[in-house]
Nanobody, 123 residues
Framework: QVQLVESGGGLVQAGGSLRLSCAASGRTISSYVMGWFRQAPGKEREFVAGISRSGGSTYGTDSGKGRFTISRDNAKNTVYLQMNSLKPEDTAVYYC????????????????WGQGTQVTVSS
């Protein structure tokens, strides 16, 4: 199985940027579709972005369009989430996830999860 560790979270002012990283170990991530999710206090975990095994296809949401970019470096066994023009409503714990199956927006479709990294955007 694969172990996932997120990093790169922190406190940033509105309009700022952060780059999250998800480092994998145990297995090569080229076998997995990867996703980023987030969970704000009192809210359900929601999909943020996804990427195919090769990186040739990416998936996002309307709220992240033009602001969030997912990418992967299979040689480094790492997935990234570049977040620009951050808003206070982006404040959440961000999770990296992996699935052996096909791409899905549903968190139940992912088999492995990291511990999360906190992103706080101040207004």
């Amino acid at each position: 199985q694969v172990q996932l560790v997120e990093s790169g979270g922190g406190l940033v002012q509105a309009g700022g940027s952060l780059r999250l990283s998800c480092a994998a170990s145990g297995r090569t991530i080229s076998s997995y579709v990867m996703g980023w999710f987030r969970q704000a206090p009192g809210k359900e975990r929601e999909f943020v972005a996804g990427i195919s095994r090769s990186g040739g296809s990416t998936y996002g949401t309307d709220s992240g369009k033009g602001r969030f970019t997912i990418s992967r470096d299979n040689a480094k066994n790492t997935v990234y989430l570049q977040m620009n023009s951050l808003k206070p409503e982006d404040t959440a714990v961000y999770y990296c996830a992996a699935t052996m199956g096909g791409f899905t927006y549903r968190n139940i479709g992912y088999d492995y999860w990291g511990q999360g990294t906190q992103v706080t955007v101040s207004s």
